[in-house]
């Protein structure tokens, strides 16, 4: 379980999260929500010891992490893929999977192929430099890098920004199936629509502030129809 306990935080001195708490199970599907500048990446990075914390705790499964470095947090079960994808063009595809870890024999080809077998497109491509995939390849290869530390917990911020609907319907498809597989996922979309939809849990973020978290059905609360739809849907 991650948990949040009235958390601040913000950058130097900058306050962007204000008292946030929330919970998000290994077993489920979280989405974080909001519009353009509600803290939603900065929330992420305060979870991944990114951001100075004033006051408020993160947990997780018991553990008070929050003065944890980023680090120390990769290895306790916690995989963060960055809005900014932290794709490297000049590498493989291979060889940003493998970057910047170690591994004992044997366990690599053991999670390189599970990771090949979730994303057969990425095998095809395995020896390509990562600067000549598609947006939808890299937005996988940045998910499949984030996995290969084999995380009990991933934290998601845009994956599916700039893509086609198609290529974003793929890829909340891999995020349903990582899910499945077991692994929690804590998720920010602008996509709120499809978002919502594979959603088992719902925050909505305004001003670095919660304002409404529930299940799927909050979906139909007038307020988040106003504020992601403009009423129309
Ligand atoms: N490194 C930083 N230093 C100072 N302020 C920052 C930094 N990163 C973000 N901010 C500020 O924090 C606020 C929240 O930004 P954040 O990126 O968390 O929003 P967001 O909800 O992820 O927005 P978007 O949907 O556009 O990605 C913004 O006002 C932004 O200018
Ligand atoms: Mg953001």
Redesign the pocket.
């Known amino acids: 379980m991650l948990e949040l306990k009235n958390i601040n935080s ?3 001195k ?1 306050q ?1 999260i204000n008292n946030v708490s929330l919970a998000a199970s290994p077993k489920e599907i979280t989405v974080i929500i ?10 992420l ?1 305060t979870i991944f010891g990114m951001c100075n914390v004033y006051s408020g705790n993160v947990v997780y499964n018991k553990a008070d992490i929050t003065k944890m470095q980023t680090y120390g947090i990769a290895r306790i079960g916690l995989s963060y893929s960055p ?1 900014n994808k932290n794709v490297f063009g000049t590498l493989t595809v291979q060889e940003n999977l493998e970057m910047g870890r170690d591994f004992v024999e044997g366990e690599k080809t053991k999670i390189e192929e599970e990771i090949f077998s979730l994303f057969p497109r990425l095998k095809e491509r395995r020896f390509s430099d990562a600067r000549f995939l598609s947006g939808g390849e890299r937005q996988m290869l940045a998910m499949a890098r984030a996995l290969m530390d084999k995380p009990e917990f991933l934290l998601l ?2 994956p599916s920004a700039g893509l086609s609907p198609k290529i974003m319907n793929e890829i909340f498809r891999k995020i349903v199936e990582i899910n499945e597989l077991g692994t929690g996922i804590l998720l ?1 979309e ?1 996509n709120a629509k499809q978002a919502m939809e594979i959603a088992n849990k719902i925050i909505v ?1 305004e001003n ?1 502030s919660i304002a409404m978290q529930g299940g799927r059905e909050l979906r139909n609360e007038k307020k988040v129809r106003h504020l992601f739809f403009g009423g129309v849907v």
Request: proline share 4%.
């Open positions: 913000g950058y130097e900058l962007i909001g519009p353009n500048g509600s803290g939603k990446s900065t929330l990075r809005q911020d845009e920010v602008q973020m670095g």
